[in-house]
């Protein structure tokens, strides 16, 4: 803004200051050096009182920079987070963006992944449910979708069940299926090397994937939010695994092992869908280590942003701030998350 503009109050205040200077000139031509004097002492009264007067002293009323105008950046409680946007992947927003943390069940994003992106792969594959699976749950102590031993899933409803109730079950039922190797012990390890694989070639450098679920009993399943934003951007790229993680409930009938149908109804841990407008996704994760993760989308327009929250005991909240920051709207202030049905998995 120009401070001489004849539309703002310094210009103004300047404008009158000259008239009046213009005055005193002409008044003290037939005496030179008096007029000389008086005119200088003048011109210091009159430029203070313009200055003051149009608002413009410094250290008194000084223009707003565009940082002091924008929006304060929200106050979060992850203690890393991320938020990029999709199309571009360009960085709106982080916080400890490359400090290395455990991800919790967030690794499920991977695990779907990997089984989108083998060659051939066929949804409508039935798989046997093991009691090895249900063991491996029970053990852990760990989220699952309470998968029936000899029950027959197909690869499209076991990726349901990895992704809305968070079944560690399911997960190690797809590592099994989809790893190569003449052993349980070996096929589920050869998929975590494809998981490992899939980030590399994403450029996931600081991320390693030790498990196929998020458990780690070594503490060596960890990424950062800056990496974790790449695999949520990636996993938004294909509708299946698009669609699936925008589902907030699932039925499910599968085949049991006496001939007879079982129906299962699974629940989409993640509570910002159907809580914060345009919200489409993507995943949960708790963990004693890890604590509450989320892996979040949100399109509004055209305009789709990807985020990431990890050990943020806000992380809905988190989320809303950030995506509200970004979209110039206030949902997170008055939003209601929604609820789960009493029973349902949380994660």
């Avoid at 070996?186 to 458990?215: E, V």
């Avoid at 698009?242 to 699974?266: D, F, L």
């Avoid at 809580?275 to 604590?291: L, N, R």
Wanted: proline share 4%; net charge positive; with cysteine.
């Amino acid at each position: 803004m120009s401070l001489v503009s004849g539309a703002s109050p310094y210009g103004r205040s300047l404008n009158a200051f000259a008239e009046s200077e213009r005055s005193l000139i002409s008044s003290h031509k037939t005496r030179p050096e008096a007029g000389r004097k008086a005119r200088g002492k003048r011109l210091r009264n009159s430029v203070v009182a313009a200055v003051v007067s149009g608002g413009v002293m410094l250290g008194v009323t000084p223009l707003a920079s565009p940082a002091q105008a924008a929006a304060a950046l929200p106050t979060l409680s992850a203690k890393g987070a991320f938020l990029q946007d999709r199309a571009t992947g360009a960085k709106k927003y982080g916080k400890a963006a490359d400090i290395k943390r455990q991800m919790a069940s967030t690794t499920k994003v991977m695990t779907a992944a990997v089984v989108l992106n083998t060659p051939g792969v066929d949804l409508s594959r039935k798989v046997t449910i093991s009691q090895t699976y249900r063991d491996y749950v029970a053990a852990q102590g760990a989220s699952t979708a309470d998968l029936r031993t000899g029950d027959k899933p197909t690869v499209r409803q076991l990726l349901h069940a990895l992704m809305l109730p968070s079944g560690c079950d399911a997960a190690y039922a797809l590592a099994d299926t989809f790893g190569v190797g003449s052993t349980r012990a070996a096929r589920t390890k050869q998929f975590i090397g494809q998981m490992n694989a899939r980030a590399a070639s994403l450029g996931m450098t600081n991320t390693k994937f030790d498990s196929f679920d998020g458990i780690s009993a070594a503490g060596n399943n960890y990424s950062t939010p800056r990496d974790l934003a790449q695999l949520a951007s990636y996993a938004m790229r294909g509708s299946t695994l698009r669609g699936i993680m925008s589902t907030t409930k699932y039925v499910a009938p599968v085949p049991t092992s006496t001939g007879g149908t079982r129906t299962y109804t699974w629940y989409n841990t993640n509570q910002l869908l159907g809580s914060y407008s345009g919200a489409v996704g993507i995943k949960t994760g708790t963990g004693t280590a890890a604590g509450p993760c989320l892996l979040f989308a949100a399109t509004r327009g055209d305009k789709t942003y990807v985020g990431v929250i990890l050990n943020g005991t806000d992380r809905y909240n988190d989320a809303a701030k950030l995506l509200d920051h970004y979209y110039g709207s206030s949902t997170a202030s008055t939003m209601k998350l929604r609820t789960l049905p009493q029973g349902a998995q949380r994660d």
